[in-house]
């Protein structure tokens, strides 16, 4: 699949996880969030220290995810990456995009051998969705 392709197959997801959400407006966990909003998306924040973030309830861990969230951002560090990933791919996410900074070698490697979209090649959904601050 091309990145295009890749992206367009990440985007069809009926809900997204924003793996990483954060209640501070300057944090790209934040603007994630804010971004699959702005464009009309069903986003749920995944973050076990916040009840809600922009008004929606918090999953507190990918595994509390609703069944069609099928894609998911993350927007971790590399560490907590590599430990989440097995637990999306056990859930049965099936579109993993770390957003630049997020990746990990083995997070990404294991996507590839469980047939898992992956996008971490440096796209950030930010300016592939067209993110605009209030």
């Known amino acids: 699949m091309t990145i295009q392709e890749q992206i367009q197959q990440f985007l ?3 809900a997204f996880g924003v793996v990483g ?3 501070n407006r300057d944090k790209y966990g934040n603007k994630v969030l804010r971004c699959y909003l702005q464009n009309g998306r069903n986003a749920v ?5 916040d009840a809600e973030i922009e008004g929606i309830p918090c999953a507190a861990t990918i595994s509390d995810l609703p069944a069609d969230a099928l894609s998911i951002s993350m927007i971790t560090p590399p560490a907590v990456t590599a430990k989440l990933v097995p637990l999306a791919i056990e859930k049965g996410i ?4 770390m957003q ?3 990746e990990h070698p083995e ?6 051998e469980r047939g898992v979209n992956v996008i971490a090649d ?5 300016v592939v ?4 601050e209030h």
Do not use: D, Q
Request: charged share 5%.
């Open 100 to 102: 630049p900074g997020a």
């Open 94 to 97: 099936r579109n993993i995009w």
């Open 129 to 132: 969705m067209g993110y605009h």
């Open 122 to 126: 440096g796209s950030c959904v930010l």
């Open 107 to 112: 997070a990404v490697a294991l996507c590839h």
């Open 12 to 14: 069809s997801s009926p």
């Open 45 to 49: 924040p995944v973050n076990p220290n």
């Open 21 to 23: 959400a954060s209640s």
